[in-house]
């Protein structure tokens, strides 16, 4: 039993301001999404289990990557209890370790830019298909050190880009931060 065995969206919050470490570049993070498998049309998951999500059904804690829109990574840590398909999409972080790693990864994005936005944490931690499958939980390539002190205000809202189950308030973000994505609606969500 794992803190990530809950709810999703319970569990999703929990995740801010934790570290995510991958060599020697570490993120805080700062935004999260919570995507529900079956019970969540927006989920990856939710028509089953195929050879893509299969990740997604757990165990709790193990990294579900994939390629986005043919042009960058995007990371998942699955969570609910196995079996069940959920997951928690990283949004967005702050480096704090590995700054120099990072921005030679980054290009000529700013520092506030280096991880905000799921492509760039991941191109600045360098997680790629290759970690597909890991465990965060210690003993694999990336892992997850949650912060045990309450991190500050947290807000909810709609999540980023997505056209179906537009209007449930799964995006968390630390509210004082200014490493978080912009929020963007899917032009093909529902008003």
């Given at each position: 039993?794992?803190?990530?065995d809950?709810?999703?969206?319970q569990?999703?919050p929990t995740?801010l301001?934790?570290l995510?470490?991958?060599g020697v570049?570490?993120?805080?993070?700062?935004?999260?999404?919570?995507?529900d498998?079956a019970?969540d049309?927006?989920?990856?998951?939710?028509?089953?289990r195929t050879?893509?999500?299969?990740?997604m059904?757990?165990?709790?804690g193990?990294?579900?990557?994939?390629?986005s829109?043919?042009?960058?990574?995007?990371?998942?840590?699955?969570?609910?209890?196995?079996?069940?398909a959920?997951?928690?999409?990283?949004?967005?972080?702050?480096?704090?370790e590995?700054?120099?790693v990072?921005?030679?990864r980054?290009?000529?994005?700013?520092d506030?830019?280096?991880?905000?936005?799921?492509?760039r944490?991941?191109q600045?931690?360098?997680?790629t298909g290759?970690?597909?499958?890991?465990?965060?939980?210690g003993g694999?390539?990336?892992?997850l050190?949650l912060?045990?002190q309450?991190v500050g205000?947290?807000?909810t809202g709609p999540?980023v880009?997505?056209?179906a189950?537009?209007?449930r308030?799964w995006?968390?973000w630390l509210?004082?931060?200014?490493?978080?994505?912009?929020?963007k609606?899917?032009p093909?969500a529902?008003r």
């Amino acid at each position: 039993m794992t803190l990530l065995d809950g709810p999703v969206e319970q569990v999703a919050p929990t995740l801010l301001g934790g570290l995510l470490r991958h060599g020697v570049v570490a993120v805080r993070l700062t935004e999260v999404e919570a995507y529900d498998g079956a019970n969540d049309p927006a989920s990856h998951a939710y028509r089953g289990r195929t050879a893509r999500t299969d990740v997604m059904f757990g165990p709790p804690g193990r990294l579900y990557v994939y390629f986005s829109y043919g042009m960058r990574w995007a990371a998942n840590i699955v969570c609910g209890p196995d079996g069940t398909a959920s997951g928690i999409l990283l949004r967005a972080g702050q480096v704090v370790e590995g700054l120099e790693v990072a921005r030679s990864r980054r290009g000529r994005a700013s520092d506030r830019d280096l991880a905000r936005g799921p492509g760039r944490l991941c191109q600045a931690l360098a997680v790629t298909g290759a970690q597909k499958g890991t465990s965060v939980l210690g003993g694999g390539p990336v892992t997850l050190e949650l912060d045990p002190q309450p991190v500050g205000t947290i807000s909810t809202g709609p999540r980023v880009g997505v056209s179906a189950a537009a209007e449930r308030p799964w995006r968390f973000w630390l509210t004082e931060s200014r490493f978080v994505s912009d929020y963007k609606r899917s032009p093909r969500a529902p008003r």
